[in-house]
């Protein structure tokens, strides 16, 4: 730039956005120039025009879902769907985009956590048809955002992969469908993998489903063969939205909010169907849940990103912006009207209920109220987490939450640190045991909280722990395997039954028990898989609760409890866990100029003890020539600091050793 005249480019942008501009920085891509919302008329991305969906009467919209097992082409198959229709472009044959998997947890560990919404035109039987899809989870612990899925949707594909026929969270999935009187297409994928046996799997459907064989349909999601079947089926048999009796723009609207997340720049933007009336921008309209107005200032659908429309009539689904600040205001279930005008809420969703709970707590103390605005953000796109602050003389100020598993909460925690950049520190899964009082009855997820039973004799009448009835699905040679792994996590009344009797293939047995919901939070599901060679499956849900010989255990560094490691724990596994914890403490710890006593402790009786010996400097090092009785002088002395040291000695858990311990919990 020396001895050249040096002028502003873009002389209507202030300095600070120069670095911005991509003319000035050729390295900004498209995205990062859409986040920092530059004023630059040449760089800033143009807003698309608003589509015009008033064309679509009810009778030409179709709102289905893709419901199935982990790993059985759902995204795959809504990529297909996508590109027959002109919504994405076509790539490449045979390569999977998952364009409706955004996050990077979904990315990472290939399956979906969280449904996602798109819209797709295509015409049809001679009649331009508008088809919103929802793309579902198909993991049990995601299994509510299924249920949120199917109440705006009349049809539901089922995807059953060719090769592994129905598996457990496939029988789960199809029930919660049924049951909400959804037209179910079954369909067959990757039938064109060399282990397919459609006419197996047929049987499957029409045994275990009652299903007719000659409605399922056969495709590979993969190669895009048979899809454009499915488009016709969808068209064919799903029936249209109920049509409301006054179609005017004047009708009253009735909104029903099933989904939401939060944009920084235009707060929490919500997913709506609409059941009656029409929404436009402009709109004032109330909460039926929260009582609040808002005016709409965005209406639109997903295609596959927010694009926006002129107005969202009866049928469609789509998204509102309206400048709702709090996401507690974002009531899943909650029904969206006019203000002035009364109208009877529609029915909501059960709301969910808690399996397992675990405490978050930030490495830096400081980063507390980050954490639980972080924490508020996550949930309100995955509002089946529950959430209260809890406090540990260990851990300092965190957060209680309650996930409906152990993979909803691992995932949960990985958004927290891949979205929000949060470095946290997660305790031991619990589930909620219920203590029986002579005059009440309480609920208790953490088990600091959880009363010493020796203390409470005459006061605690009984303890009560959640269980949960388990199908698990498998090979018939590794029937002893799945029995005795049943039997070691304390299962009872099991049953067995044949899936594939009968068809002349390789026998498939569904196992069904009830397990309590403690042993599954460990270690369960890996010895599943490993015991079954990764071929099992399972799924579960809950069965209530049922009195059991239950005890608190606490651990103890110098005849100090640590309340974050305390656990819950049967009497006959007491020994087993309780040697087991205290061998993994004795490895994390730290030595001290000290000697550290590591216990277990049910009530009052010492279940296990290891000892982690004194570190020793050599305080004879600066020492040269002399007597020996000088050198025994100087150890002598720092015996008896040593002495005195572990009087006023304070042993503290450092947070690696937490990060040790809670990382692997098995």
């Not at 980050?370 to 796109?381: H, P, W």
């Not at 060679?533 to 399972?538: H, I, P, R, T, V």
């Not at 087993?576 to 100029?593: N, P, S």
């Amino acid at each position: 730039m020396l001895g050249r005249r040096w002028t502003r480019p873009h002389n209507h942008l202030p300095l600070v956005t120069l670095f911005q501009c991509s003319l000035f920085n050729p390295g900004t891509t498209h995205a990062q120039r859409n986040s920092f919302h530059t004023t630059c008329r040449s760089c800033a991305p143009k807003k698309p025009e608003a589509i015009s969906l008033e064309n679509f009467s009810t009778d030409v919209i179709r709102n289905f879902s893709i419901i199935a097992h982990i790993d059985h082409g759902k995204s795959t198959l809504a990529d297909r769907l996508l590109e027959l229709t002109g919504t994405i472009d076509k790539k490449q044959s045979g390569k999977n985009e998952q364009v409706l998997d955004k996050l990077k947890v979904e990315r990472e560990r290939g399956i979906t956590v969280k449904a996602q919404t798109a819209s797709m035109f295509e015409e049809i039987n001679g009649k331009k048809h508008l088809l919103n899809l929802i793309d579902t989870p198909g993991h049990v612990d995601f299994a509510w955002e299924v249920s949120r899925s199917l109440a705006a949707c009349q049809g539901a594909i089922l995807l059953v992969d060719a090769s592994q026929g129905i598996q457990a969270q496939s029988i789960s999935v199809f029930h919660v469908a049924k049951d909400r009187g959804v037209k179910i297409i079954p369909v067959l994928n990757k039938i064109d993998l060399p282990a397919a046996q459609p006419e197996r799997i047929k049987a499957q459907l029409e045994s275990t489903f009652g299903i007719d064989p000659s409605e399922a349909l056969y495709i590979s999601a993969k190669t895009g063969e048979g899809v454009a079947d499915v488009l016709k089926a969808i068209v064919d048999r799903v029936p249209p939205p109920p049509e409301p009796q006054d179609i005017s723009t004047n009708a009253p609207l009735k909104a029903l909010l099933f989904d939401s997340f939060y944009d920084r720049y235009r707060g929490v933007i919500s997913l709506v169907s609409i059941q009656h009336g029409v929404l436009q921008k402009g709109d004032k309209i109330m909460s039926c849940h929260t009582r609040k107005k808002y005016e709409v200032m965005e209406v639109g659908i997903m295609y596959p990103e927010e694009t926006p429309t002129t107005a969202l009539y009866p049928g469609q689904v789509g998204y509102v912006a309206c400048n709702m600040k709090e996401s507690s205001e974002a009531h899943i279930g909650d029904t969206l009207h006019r203000v002035g005008e009364k109208v009877e809420p529609l029915a909501g969703f059960k709301p969910t209920k808690a399996m397992v709970f675990a405490g978050i707590f930030p490495v830096d103390a400081s980063d507390f109220l980050k954490l639980e605005q972080s924490i508020a953000r996550l949930t309100l796109t995955d509002r089946s987490v529950t959430v209260q602050r809890e406090s540990s003389s260990a851990l300092g100020q965190g957060c209680r939450l309650g996930f409906l598993g152990t993979l909803h909460m691992d995932v949960f925690r990985q958004r927290l640190e891949d979205e929000y950049d949060a470095n946290i520190i997660v305790t031991a899964p619990t589930v909620p045991y219920k203590v029986v009082y002579k005059d009440k009855e309480i609920i208790i997820s953490n088990p600091t909280d959880f009363p010493d039973m020796a203390d409470s004799i005459g006061k605690v009448k009984e303890v009560q722990e959640p269980i949960v009835k388990a199908s698990i699905i498998f090979p018939e040679e590794h029937f002893g395997e799945m029995m005795d792994l049943c039997y070691s996590h304390r299962a009872e009344d099991l049953n067995h039954t044949f899936l594939d009797a009968g068809t002349g293939a390789q026998t498939r047995i569904m196992l069904t028990c009830i397990i309590p919901l403690s042993e599954i939070v460990t270690d369960f599901f890996d010895q599943l898989k490993s015991r079954s060679s990764g071929f099992a499956s399972f799924d579960y849900e809950d069965a209530g609760y049922k009195q059991s010989d239950l005890a608190k255990m606490v651990f103890l560094l110098n005849s100090k409890p640590v309340d974050a490691l305390a656990l819950v724990v049967h009497r006959s596994q007491q020994d087993l866990i309780g040697r087991a914890w205290v061998k993994k403490l004795h490895g994390v710890l730290r030595r001290q100029l000290f000697e550290i006593s590591i216990q277990a402790a049910v009530g009052k009786k010492i279940i296990s003890r290891e000892t982690l010996s004194a570190v020793r400097a050599d305080v004879t090092a600066g020492l040269y020539g002399g007597h020996y009785e000088r050198k025994m002088k100087h150890l002598q002395n720092q015996k008896e600091s040593k002495k005195k040291m572990k009087m006023v000695g304070n042993v503290e858990l450092p947070q690696e050793a937490f990060f040790s311990i809670l990382g692997n919990k098995k």
